[in-house]
């Protein structure tokens, strides 16, 4: 990654998905963040290079959204995690100011997402100003969540089908409003959230004593990963079994981890390939002990590594489609960097694992 790191480009920094160029240069999914925050975990500390080119970057509303995984949450996160607090805290509190933050409800772009920053970092720093702005994320949720014998979901905003899982679905919504009910204790906030996690239960299929999912409340396929499919309702489940103790989370993730228990996969990727499979057997390990779940995630690290590309300069992964070799977070090198390195320390997940352990 640094012998391919280009600091005269604005566009990006490393070779990124192609999502860079019709996104923005630092988000976490395809821009530098995602990139930083991997060679920031892995190196102990942040390339002198990769810190200035990141500072230099102008930002505004008018080309960057304000989601975790899409745009200014994200970035906020990612620069106090990388050492770089105040601008971190100045790019979030320009958040709730975006004509675009109240236009989806999900984790990977929308409300739910920016909501999670403002109170990861309220953890980090105690401000009461980032709490009020995750509440204000929650109160909405709340309000334009709608009903069905299923549970609660959210419709997008285009219009279609409801979709399900982690990243766009009411799973990590879910996610969201459990953990700001972990610290405000508003009995709303966790009637909800167990509500939208009920509706994309309600959706599963069973198959072979696992549990699976499709995109979307339609889908009658099976997509085992965590931008869409089980494995990022498995991390959600895990979790909520975590912070509650009722003994049916665990049993749904125990039915949700072996759905996703797949031979092999086409693509190595943290979004949709073997890494986003094993990171929640990782998940599963860390909340259970199990060591079936540990020997899951070696397995599915062993597979992505048959994907490697040896270079002169090092060791690189194909991005999407396998087209082009790629240093992003979600289709590259640093999210599968990410995950074989959580896989060596065993520690808690970027991004998931909010409260301080």
């Known amino acids: 990654m640094l012998a391919s790191m280009d600091t005269s480009r604005a566009d990006r920094l490393f070779p990124p998905d192609t999502q860079t160029l019709q996104t923005n240069a630092l988000n976490v999914a395809h821009g530098a963040c995602g990139t930083a925050l991997f060679l920031r975990d892995v190196l102990g500390e942040l390339p002198g290079a990769v810190r200035e080119w990141l500072l230099a970057q102008p930002v505004d509303l008018a080309t960057y959204p304000p989601g975790l995984y899409s745009g200014l949450a994200g970035i906020a996160w ?7 607090p105040e601008r971190g805290l100045e790019l979030m509190e320009r958040v709730p100011a975006s004509p675009l933050a109240f236009t989806s409800a999900d984790l990977f772009g929308g409300a739910a997402g920016w909501g999670l920053a403002a109170l990861a970092l309220h953890l980090r720093t105690r401000d009461a100003k980032l709490l009020e702005v995750a509440v204000r994320a929650g109160e909405h949720l709340v309000q334009r969540a709608e009903r069905s014998e299923a549970g609660r979901f959210w419709r997008p905003e285009e219009g279609g089908a409801i979709p399900l899982g982690f990243a766009r679905g009411g799973s990590g919504i879910a996610f969201f409003l459990l953990s700001l009910w972990r610290l405000t204790r508003e009995a709303s906030y966790l009637e909800v959230a167990r509500q939208a996690l009920d509706f994309d239960v309600a959706h599963a299929k069973e198959r072979n004593g696992g549990l699976v999912w499709g995109v979307d409340v ?23 079994f975590e912070v509650l103790k009722e003994p049916r989370y665990l049993e749904l993730a125990r039915k949700a981890a072996r759905g996703c228990e797949v031979t092999f996969s086409a693509t190595p990727h943290l979004f949709e390939g073997l890494a986003s499979i094993g990171e929640t057997q990782l998940d599963m390990y860390r909340v259970t002990g199990d060591e079936h779940y540990l020997e899951q995630a ?47 320390v065993l520690g808690p997940r970027r991004f998931h694992d909010v409260f301080p352990e």
Do not use: C, N
Request: glycine share 16%.
């Open 218 to 240: 339609g889908d009658l396929g099976h997509r085992p990963y965590w931008l869409k499919g089980g494995a990022g309702i498995a991390s959600a489940l895990i979790r909520f």
């Open 78 to 84: 990612s620069f106090v995690e990388l050492g770089l």
């Open 298 to 344: 070696r397995k599915k690290a062993r597979q992505t590594l048959l994907f490697r590309l040896d270079r002169p300069e090092g060791v690189a992964f194909p991005g999407r489609f396998l087209l082009r070799i790629s240093h992003d977070f979600g289709m590259g090198g640093a999210g599968i960097g990410l995950f074989l390195h959580r896989l060596s």
